[in-house]
């Protein structure tokens, strides 16, 4: 099935304001079949003092609470008005936040019986003065938080990979996310700060254990193609190595544009046929 499997709206903080409607119309005039609304989820309010690096992180991450009933609204309206051109599923993209285990699971059982598929993905981890630091808000705050092992590329790759580990193995409740959001975002700024090694032998035997977990609990993985048009990344996430181990295991994967704007709807979607084949 043609499908794009990680798209925000217009509600998103970070995305470019433009209409959800119009995303759909863009979906469907490409020829998709079904099309994934997975805005992010919101962050714990607690999280705010676990966190550093340039505010807009944290307020610009995600929906508020106040914003939650008026996203699932939107997207059961579009949903609806066009069930009869393209299947529609509805859902989150959830941050794992190592402390926050049981929020994030109280937020996904209460709105979890609305949604159809969500994602879980890891935007943060813990850096500089053992706070959280994003990986994707730009290259001064990934610099600041992460800058004190950016001498040894394979020491990035590895607390990450644990905080992916971690993700996987929490206990999020009965609608946990099925599929995981771009597993090698922390190379978003690969070509800035020198991180474009292979994962080194301690590393994938990190990825394989995330790999395991996720064939055990018959999750998927997101294909995200976002990367690809990074200016510092220029490759797709999970990027080859991963996605390799991921087919030997039969893992699904789910093709994503990661759009926040109308034009980056299924963009890239004929490479999925050759990074999948090649």
């Known amino acids: 099935m043609l499908m794009d499997g990680h798209t925000h709206t217009e509600l998103c903080p970070h995305g470019s304001g433009e209409s959800t409607e119009k995303m759909i119309q863009r979906a469907i005039q490409l020829g998709l079949q079904k099309y994934c609304i997975t805005e992010h989820a919101p962050l714990p309010p607690t999280f705010k003092s676990e966190y550093a690096g340039n505010p807009t992180g944290f307020s610009e991450a995600s929906l508020t609470m106040a914003q939650v009933p008026e996203y699932l609204a939107l997207a059961r309206k579009l949903q609806q008005k066009y069930a009869s051109q393209i299947k529609i599923s509805i859902g989150f993209e959830v941050d794992f936040l190592p402390d926050q285990v049981a929020w994030t699971r109280d937020f996904m059982t209460t709105y979890g019986p609305q949604t159809q598929e969500s994602i879980l993905s890891v935007h943060f981890m813990r850096g500089r003065d053992q706070h959280f630091w994003c990986v994707d808000n ?23 990979y644990q905080t992916v580990l971690a993700s996987v193995q929490a206990d999020l409740g009965p609608y946990a996310p099925q599929r995981i959001g771009h597993m090698s975002l922390v190379r978003k700024y690969q070509d800035y700060f ?85």
Request: hydrophobic share 40%; aromatic share 10%; charged share 20%.
């Open 138 to 160: 730009g290259t001064a705050d990934f610099e600041t938080g992460f800058g004190a092992w950016l001498s040894e590329p394979q020491r990035v790759f590895a607390h990450y």
């Open 194 to 278: 020198g991180l474009t090694a292979p994962l080194d032998e301690t590393n994938l035997q990190l990825v394989d254990q995330i790999l395991n977990q996720i064939k055990a609990q018959k999750r998927e993985l997101d294909l995200n193609l976002a990367g690809l048009y990074k200016p510092f990344c220029n490759d797709f996430y999970p990027g080859d190595q991963i996605l390799k181990r991921a087919q030997k295991l039969a893992i699904p994967l789910v093709y994503g544009s990661d759009a926040h704007d109308i034009l980056s709807v299924g963009r890239g979607q004929h490479l999925i046929k050759k990074l999948i084949n090649g």
